[in-house]
């Protein structure tokens, strides 16, 4: 059984998905051990322990330099046997000593369909505001691992959601979360915790 860390930031809708996908038996031999928000006001740390799981806060801002913040986070992950890290919402960058620690066992949920709308800069409300400036007619989302580019890591899983008439940010970010989040991102934290993903030249496969 794998120890699966969430990290969140805010309201945690996709940490609620990954709850609700344990709760129905869809993460297969993984469990959630441990929750780590970065704000300690986050809701999402609400969701955690109303289901008995423990929290921990991180906060960048409490670290002078990023060198410790980063050794701080990695000790803690190593601390708890983490087994593989998601990144459900969370909007502090990681640095290259966890990301090399945790190399291939970081997973990201991101609200496009990557290399559409991604890269610094582009999270949250802020992916789908540029979606709907430039016209497209489809986005979604992507769940990959998270390597030292930002956003550039092997593609797991992603999902097409159509953009309708009349969508504004807000809405959108709901069908997208709806429609592919809330589905990819436990799908694809189970494949890893199953041992179906293979990563070679920056690409996934999955094993059936
Ligand atoms: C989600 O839409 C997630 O894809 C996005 O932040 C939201 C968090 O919502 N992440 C990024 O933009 C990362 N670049 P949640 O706290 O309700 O899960």
């Not at 670290?63 to 990144?87: C, G, R």
Request: aromatic share 6%.
């Amino acid at each position: 059984m794998k120890n699966i860390a969430v990290l969140v930031s805010g309201g945690g809708t996709n940490l609620q998905a990954l709850i609700d996908a344990q709760n129905r038996g869809e993460i297969k031999n993984g469990k959630i051990t441990c929750v780590i928000s970065s704000n300690p006001n986050a809701y999402a740390l609400i969701r955690a322990e109303k289901n008995n799981i423990p929290a921990e806060i991180i906060r960048r801002k409490d670290y002078s330099e990023f060198i410790e913040y980063d050794n701080a986070l990695t000790e803690l992950l190593k601390s708890k046997n983490i087994d593989v890290v998601v990144l459900a919402g969370f909007m502090t960058i990681l640095g290259k000593i966890v990301i090399n620690a945790f190399e291939n066992r970081i997973i990201n949920i991101h609200p496009s369909l990557i290399p559409s709308f991604c890269g610094e800069g582009f999270y949250g409300l802020k992916v789908h505001e540029e979606a709907l400036k430039k016209g497209v007619k489809i986005t979604g989302a992507t769940a990959h691992f998270v390597n030292e580019i930002c956003d550039g890591g092997p593609i797991i899983i992603q999902k097409a959601v159509e953009i309708q008439n009349g969508d504004t940010p807000e809405i959108l970010q709901k069908r997208v979360m709806e429609q592919a989040e809330w589905k990819i991102l436990p799908k694809a934290v189970s494949l890893f915790c199953e041992d179906r993903i293979i990563v070679k030249d920056n690409k996934t496969e999955i094993i059936d």
